[in-house]
């Protein structure tokens, strides 16, 4: 029988029924059975269900590993397995010694071997933060946080910023070279070229030569600010070409 949609009325009266049949299986006491019925009696219609009213989507499985995704989070991705025929996984992963992707097919128990030895005993608890940053805490202690810290690193002694370095000065300071001196002349470098694989060439010192561009600027600049040419361009592209 195929319906077009799940009738909501009763998707909460079987969600009840299975659930308590479940407990009554799980934990088959006499305070249990009690319990159960006292709730039956409490919800004679059912229990909520957050359910959005709509057609079934047409891609359920998609759907399901998505929703699968926030039920818990498993050692490993799911796109990380690639088959598994009932009596072995075959899946990938990251070789930390090789750097390289490695592929690799075990039988079903060894997988799962596997996989529980990441399962945390019981009772035991995973920290991501705490102390003050603990997310309990930390709400709790914000707006105090804020009253009693600067807001201004002015207010604070015994602080200063430090100035971002550029690249010439990174590079001096790691190899002890001037990357925009000449190795065979020991001139200085200027900025002549900058080509980019996805977008050609970007910057042409030779073209801004030939249009008349620093001729036309001179006509309204400061003469202390000094030869255009010889302004180097810092330019943070992949694959960058100069």
């Known amino acids: 029988m195929k319906l077009k ?6 998707l909460r009266k079987k969600w009840q029924y ?3 049949e479940m407990l009554k299986e799980q934990v088959p006491t006499q305070e249990m059975r009690s319990k159960i019925d006292e709730l039956y009696r409490k919800y004679p219609h059912g229990l909520v ?3 959005q009213k709509g057609a079934v989507p047409k891609r359920i499985r998609e759907l399901a590993k998505y929703l699968a995704k926030y039920v818990v989070s498993p050692p490993i991705s799911v796109r990380r397995i690639i088959s598994y025929d009932g009596q072995s ?8 010694k090789s750097g390289k992707r490695k ?22 608890q995973r920290i991501r933060y705490y102390g003050l940053h603990a997310t309990a ?12 810290l600067p807001t201004d690193a002015a207010q604070c002694r015994e602080t200063f910023t430090i100035a971002r370095k550029d690249y010439r000065q990174r590079v001096i300071e790691t190899t002890a070279k001037d990357p ?20 050609g060439v970007i910057y042409d010192e030779e073209a ?16 202390d600010v000094g030869d255009l040419r010889y302004l180097l361009l810092q330019l943070s592209l992949p694959g960058l070409r100069i």
């Open 49 to 51: 269900a957050n359910v």
């Open 103 to 124: 592929v690799e097919q075990v039988d079903v128990f060894t997988f799962i071997g596997r996989m529980a030895q990441h399962i945390l005993p019981k009772g035991m």
């Open 180 to 199: 925009f001196i000449c190795s065979r002349c020991g001139g200085e470098l200027i900025l002549w070229k900058i080509w980019h694989p996805s977008y």
């Open 89 to 96: 996984v075959t899946y990938w992963y990251n070789d930390h």
């Open 18 to 20: 299975h659930l308590f």
């Open 137 to 148: 805490v930390y709400q709790k202690i914000r707006k105090k946080l804020r009253a009693i």
């Open 5 to 10: 949609y799940l009738p909501y009325e009763i």
């Open 208 to 223: 801004r030569l030939k249009s008349g561009y620093y001729e036309r600027d001179e006509r309204g600049r400061d003469p």
